[in-house]
């Protein structure tokens, strides 16, 4: 499995490519926007768009994802269902907070839960249900290649916003030290906003859930 980041929106938040190398076949992780610069790459590197994945609900992550979807006539996996109300507010209320063009309201065609798996091409990714930046936020682990993209749970240094509608500092917290510290200190993870770190960096060095050992 190959990664790309492509940062998109004014708020740069890293959409990520990913494709399965034997099969061509790709998947684009959170388009928040800028469909046209997302389509150039998947055709620069003659790429088939086979599903978009999203983590959570808001809309500088899945802005774009109706639009990309429909474009290339694929269907969307994620969030989990607790992000609904999120994403019925893709055109209205998001776009006031966030000052962002509006997005297309969806319904995803599949929901995801913890233990749930998501595949691109031959390739398989598990599926982490992290609530606490938003209660329906999940990530994806590809665990042959130890990359995980995290969405807004886990960043270089820092940690997501738990002062948003229904976010939770205890429950991210949770969703950190059960979920992701567990995947390997060696795993990489594709964050969604800055840049790539790993889980030992953090779980050593993030004064937010610094390891409590």
């Known amino acids: 499995m190959k990664f790309q980041i492509i940062p998109v929106t004014p708020f740069q938040q890293n959409c990520t490519l990913m494709w ?17 610069k997302i389509s150039e790459a998947l055709k620069q590197r003659n790429l088939t768009l086979e599903k978009v994945f ?40 998001q776009t006031r ?33 992290c609530p606490g930046h938003s209660p329906g936020h999940v990530i994806f682990f590809h665990a042959p290649t130890k990359v995980a993209i995290s969405g807004d749970v886990l960043f270089a240094g820092s940690i997501g916003r738990t002062d948003l509608p229904k976010g939770s500092f ?8 059960e ?17 790539v770190s790993s889980i030992g960096q953090e779980r050593r060095g993030n004064a937010f859930v610094r390891d409590k050992n």
């Open 20 to 36: 399965d190398e034997t099969t061509n076949k790709a998947a684009v992780v959170d388009p928040g926007g800028d469909i046209d």
């Open 54 to 93: 999203v983590t959570h609900g808001h809309l500088d992550h899945c802005g774009g994802a109706r639009k990309l979807a429909d474009l290339y006539n694929v269907p969307i996996e994620g969030p989990n269902k607790e992000d609904a109300w999120l994403l019925e507010q893709l055109n209205s209320d």
């Open 97 to 129: 907070m966030w000052g962002l063009p509006p997005g297309d309201p969806f319904t995803p065609d599949r929901w995801l839960n913890q233990g749930d798996e998501v595949t691109v091409g031959n390739e398989t990714l598990q599926v982490f249900h």
């Open 170 to 177: 205890k429950a991210l917290e949770k969703s950190i030290r």
């Open 179 to 195: 979920n992701m510290y567990k995947l390997g200190d060696d795993v990489q993870f594709i964050p969604g906003h800055g840049p």
